[in-house]
């Protein structure tokens, strides 16, 4: 059973930058789709980001300033984001589907932009 690690999540100002990392227990070398989701204060989770075996998936409101990668010998997942708004502000999950029948989560972590 795969557990997901969500870490590097803080406060920074607007304009400010994070690389949020999530470290997985086990091999995600099988995991087809990785990705970030987030849930802002007061709205639904949706979805930052996604990242396939050679495709990528960004949601209007971070392309160009948000970055997925993964690292499988190193089995972790990152998203590097730059030039934050305070709209960014949410609780930013990791999530990994290794069949329809087996999806994980990680706990979350929490990004606040504010002055």
């Known amino acids: 059973q795969v557990q997901l690690v969500e870490s590097g999540g803080g406060f920074v100002q607007p304009g400010g930058s994070l690389r949020l990392s999530c470290a997985a227990s086990g091999s995600i070398s099988n995991i087809v789709i990785m990705g970030w989701y987030r849930r802002a204060p007061g709205k639904e989770r949706e979805v930052v980001a996604r990242i396939g075996s050679s495709t990528t998936f960004y949601a209007d409101s971070v392309k160009g300033r948000f970055t997925i990668s993964r690292d499988n010998a190193k089995n972790t997942l990152y998203l590097q984001m730059n030039s934050l708004k305070p709209e960014d502000t949410a609780v930013y999950y990791c999530?990994?589907?290794?069949?329809?029948?087996?999806?994980?989560w990680g706990m979350g972590t929490q990004v606040t932009v504010s002055s």
């Open positions: 999530n990994g589907v290794l069949s329809p029948s087996r999806i994980y």
